[in-house]
Structure formats: structure tokens, C-alpha cells
């Protein structure tokens, strides 16, 4: 399955806190962000079970950005949509979405904003919405992709 996540208020704390992945004095150089607790370990254990792992922000960091702030937690992400690329791509399918991850072969995405979900019920993607105050995100997020939690989920076949 390709699974897509939000970075900021998701993965990267901004308006939303929450508590982060220890940088080495290399990330802090980089002046890298930080990201949320427990998403290397999340991400690993996705990439392990074959999933494909990647990132769809509205932000205009560059994808060269985004894979190393990832790369340097050990993860290698299977791809990048950042706005320049939704843009670039959602403007010859004129869509209106904020968000259209089918347009990217994305089967669910991760998300902490509502409007992103309301979008998905709109437009018929899938999300799941973490909110900052789940302290274990990443288990809210491994038992919504547990086929058993979602009457109708079909698991997709490679
Ligand atoms: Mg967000």
C-alpha cells in the first residue's frame, strides 16, 4: 500500500506541539527541523511490511530538503509531493482539493487537519487524522491500516 503523510502539525511540530526524534549536532547544523516521535520508527516498520512511504505537503520545501530531513533518520522515502508538485500535477487534472493524493497513486494519507479529511469524504481518498494530543500517533496509525479495523478496507495486492 502507499501511504502518504503531512508534514507540518503532523510530522514536523509548528502551531501543534509534540515531542520530537533526538537530531544529531549534523540535523541540528543542517538546520533540519524536527520531526515527531516515533515517525522513524513508524516509517521503518511500514517500509519493512512493504508499504510505500511518502511525504505530501502543501509547504514549498524542496523535495531535496524533504528527502534528506528524512534520509538522516535512516529513512528513505519512496516519494516526495511538496506544493510545487500538486500544483504543477492537479492543474491538468483540475481538481480543487488542497490535497488529491489518488492523483499520486496515494491510498491513504495522514493528516492532522480536518478541512484534509473533509476533502477526502468529498473527493473519495482515504485519510487518518492524528491530532497532537494522541501521544502515540504512531499506533493510532499502524491499527487504521490493520485490515480488521475497517469493515470494507481491502488491502492492496502487489
Ligand atoms: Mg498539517
Do not use: C
Not at 509548528?14 to 538546520?31: M, V
Not at 520508527?41 to 511525504?55: C, G, I, N, R, S
Not at 514549498?60 to 506544493?83: C, E, K, M, T, Y
Amino acid at each position: 500500500m502507499t501511504i502518504s503523510f503531512d508534514l507540518d502539525d503532523t510530522l514536523i511540530p509548528g502551531t501543534k506541539r509534540f515531542p520530537s526524534e533526538k537530531q544529531t549536532w549534523f540535523q541540528k547544523l543542517l538546520g533540519l527541523e524536527k520531526i515527531r516521535l516515533g515517525t522513524v520508527q513508524l516509517m521503518k516498520k511500514l517500509k519493512a511490511e512493504k508499504h510505500q512511504v511518502m511525504v505530501y505537503t502543501t509547504s514549498f520545501r524542496s523535495a531535496g530538503h524533504i528527502r534528506w530531513l528524512f534520509l538522516l533518520h535512516g529513512v528513505w522515502l519512496d516519494g516526495i509531493i511538496n506544493q510545487r508538485r500538486h500544483d504543477r500535477t492537479l492543474l491538468t487534472e483540475g481538481k480543487r482539493s488542497s490535497k488529491y493524493p489518488p492523483a499520486f497513486k496515494i491510498e491513504v494519507h495522514v493528516d492532522d487537519s480536518k478541512g484534509v479529511e473533509l476533502e477526502g469524504q468529498r473527493y473519495g481518498f482515504r485519510t487518518i487524522l492524528i491530532t497532537e494530543q494522541e501521544e502515540d500517533g504512531v499506533a493510532k496509525v499502524l491499527a487504521a491500516l490493520e485490515p480488521t479495523n475497517n469493515a470494507g478496507f481491502v488491502a492492496a495486492t502487489p
